[in-house]
């Protein structure tokens, strides 16, 4: 199942508390959170990016795997971006097969490339349609009796003894499980950008 994130983009919220605040400080504050949340967006992509080996296009706002989900508006002070992200196979991040050797080449996080010996790639069957690969491919490894997968989070069985492997998705990597990742750190930047574009409406 896809899971979502969302990073708020709310530092001026406390304006919703006046009801008789002037328009044209609510107008600006709308314009301020939705040019900071755009360009949010782009800094969490490059971030996303410099961790693990996705290409320009993949965290593109168009394909909705890191968007903006919400702006704001004049009744609503507050923007969202979101990540969402199927289960991601490893043979997304295959450089190349081996040529001289068994095994297949993995770049998951930029310039750390490795050989797995014992990786193949596989064409995936039927029912397979919520795994975000590529050419409908992917990484598999077939394990020797008694052996086990350490981490089964990263890997989904799929005969017995054969075992698909999946790498980090942009919604792992945006937020993971205890809260950090590339939002957490984000936040303090897209505050000051915040403040500092609203002051600039404001002509202050």
Known sequence: ????????????????????????????????????????????ATAIRRQVNFPASYVGPANKRLYVSKQATRGDLEAKITARGRPTSLARFVRSANKTTKGVVVEVHPGKAR????????????????????????????????????????ARQMAKGLYLLYGPSVDQVFRAADGSGAAEDAVPTLEERLQREFFRLLEL
């Open 1 to 44: 199942m896809a899971e979502a994130f969302a990073v708020l983009v709310e530092g001026i919220g406390s304006l919703d508390q006046f009801k008789d605040i002037r328009k044209d400080v609510r107008l600006a504050a709308v314009q301020a959170i939705n040019k900071t949340a755009a360009g949010g967006r782009a800094l969490l």
């Open 115 to 154: 050989l797995m010996k014992r990786a193949f790639l596989i064409k995936l069957p039927a029912g397979t349609g919520d795994i975000d690969t590529k050419f409908n491919m992917g990484l598999a490894i077939r394990l020797r009796p008694g052996e086990t997968i350490k981490n089964k989070r990263e």
